[in-house]
């Protein structure tokens, strides 16, 4: 009979950390570190940098970040402040009732700014990095 592993299955491998575990980098692009976000406060003021993926051409990616806050710049819990497109960036000050509406918020605002700038482009694929960071 096999020997129990420390969580208690037939397996004595499974389960725990291991060396080399977990998603690898695909191709020669690096991730962005998935470490927990601390959480905010009721009504804090964050300041949050997206980078934009390589080659895209920057007047479309103004009009297209434009068009993405007139429309998505306020909901429930969510308001951006400013927002500026610097050296391949976007850069933004937000306001969020919690940590979730900021991430919701976030998440509508890249699907818009994304849609907006392939259309105006007349591409498809990814337009933001993986991860936002807050400053």
Partial sequence: ???AGR?????PNWGGRRPGAGRKPKGAEA???HLRRPRIKPGQRVRIRW???PGLESAEARRALAAALEDGRESPGFHVLSAALRGGAIHLEAEARSSNRLARGLQGLGIRFARG???AAGRSGKVLGDRYELL
């Fill in 51 to 53: 980078e934009l993926r």
């Fill in 117 to 119: 700038l392939n259309r």
């Fill in 1 to 3: 009979m096999a020997k």
């Fill in 31 to 33: 991730m962005v570190s």
């Fill in 7 to 11: 969580n208690g299955s037939k397996h």
